[in-house]
C-alpha cells in the first residue's frame, strides 16, 4: 500500500508538471521537456554500462543528442532557418567517425546503440514540442494525447488486476493479460469520444481515431521497453522517479505512441 501511494504522490506530481508546462507556455514546455530528455538519454546509456559487449560514448551521445534536438526546436520555434535541419546529418557521420579514435571491439554495436537512442528518444520529445506549437484546440492535441495514454495504461493496469487471466507476450512482461489490453483498449476509445464530444466539440473523428492508434501503440512502446531491460538484466532506467523508476520508465508508451500520433495529427490538419 506504501508502494502504491508512494506511486500515486510521484505520478500526480510528476503530471502536473508535464501538463503544467504544456499549458503555461511553451518556452515553459520547451524548458521542462529538454531536461527530461537529456536525463532519458543519458538513461538509455546507462542500462548499457555493464554489458559485456557494448561500450557507448555517454558523452559522444548526449552531445549530439542534445545538438540535434537544440537545431530541431530551434527551427519550430523560428529562431533558426529550416535550412539549419541539414547540419543533423553531418552530426551524424561524426558520430560514426568519433567510434574510429575509441578503439572499441564492436564499433558496429556501439554506433547503433548510440544512433538509436537518439533516434528513440530525441525525436519524440522534440514532436511533442512541435505538435504544441501548431495547437489550435481547447484542450492541446499534445495533452489528449497524455490523457490517452494514461488513460490505456492505469485501465490497462486496473482490468488485468481484477479480470486478467490469458498472458499477452509472457516472454517479454509476464504480468499483461489479453483482458487488461482490451480493457485499457475500450477505455481510451471512451475517453477518446468523450474529448471529441464535449472538450474539443467537432473533433470526434480525430480523437477517435488517435484512440484507435495510441491505444496499440503505447502497448507496444511498454512492450518495448521491457524488452530492454529484460535483455540488459535491469529492473528500473533509473531512480528519478520514487515508486516508478527512471524517466524511460516513465515514458515508454509515449515514446513509441508519439510519432505515430504527429503523423496522423499532421495528416487531418493537412487534409
Known amino acids: 500500500m506504501s508502494n502504491l501511494v508512494q506511486r ?19 518556452y515553459a514546455q520547451a524548458l521542462v521537456f529538454s531536461v527530461i530528455m537529456v536525463i532519458g538519454l543519458l538513461e538509455f546509456y546507462n542500462m548499457f554500462n555493464k554489458h559485456e559487449i557494448v561500450r557507448v560514448s555517454k558523452e559522444i551521445g548526449l552531445f549530439i543528442g542534445i545538438f540535434i534536438f537544440s537545431l530541431l526546436v530551434g527551427v519550430s520555434f523560428e529562431w533558426l532557418p529550416i535550412i539549419s535541419i541539414l547540419f543533423i546529418f553531418p ?24 544512433v538509436f537512442g537518439i533516434i528513440y528518444i530525441v525525436i519524440p520529445f522534440f514532436l511533442t514540442i512541435d505538435l504544441n506549437l501548431r495547437n489550435t484546440s481547447f484542450l492541446p492535441s ?47 476509445l471512451l475517453f477518446g469520444y468523450i474529448i471529441g464530444t464535449w472538450i474539443n466539440e467537432g473533433e470526434v473523428v480525430f480523437w477517435i481515431v488517435s484512440a484507435i492508434i495510441i491505444a496499440p501503440c503505447a502497448i507496444f512502446g511498454d512492450l518495448l521497453e521491457s524488452l530492454f531491460k529484460r535483455s540488459l538484466n535491469i529492473k528500473d532506467t533509473g531512480k528519478i522517479l520514487p515508486g516508478h523508476g527512471g524517466i524511460l520508465d516513465r515514458f515508454d508508451a509515449t515514446l513509441f505512441a508519439t510519432p505515430f500520433f504527429y503523423c496522423w495529427a499532421m495528416f487531418y490538419a493537412y487534409f
Request: aromatic fraction near 18%; charge should be positive.
Open 91 to 114: 552530426l551524424f557521420f561524426t558520430l560514426i567517425l568519433a567510434e574510429m579514435w575509441r578503439q572499441k571491439r564492436y564499433p558496429v554495436l556501439n554506433i547503433s546503440v548510440m
Open 142 to 188: 499534445i495533452v489528449g494525447m497524455y490523457i490517452l495514454i494514461w488513460t490505456n495504461d492505469s485501465f490497462a493496469y486496473l482490468t488485468g488486476k481484477y479480470f486478467g487471466k490469458r498472458k499477452l507476450f509472457e516472454r517479454i512482461s509476464p504480468k499483461k493479460t489479453w483482458e487488461g489490453t482490451i480493457g485499457g483498449i475500450v477505455f481510451t
Open 8 to 26: 500515486a504522490i510521484t505520478g500526480a506530481l510528476f503530471a502536473f508538471v508535464v501538463l503544467g508546462s504544456i499549458f503555461w507556455d511553451p
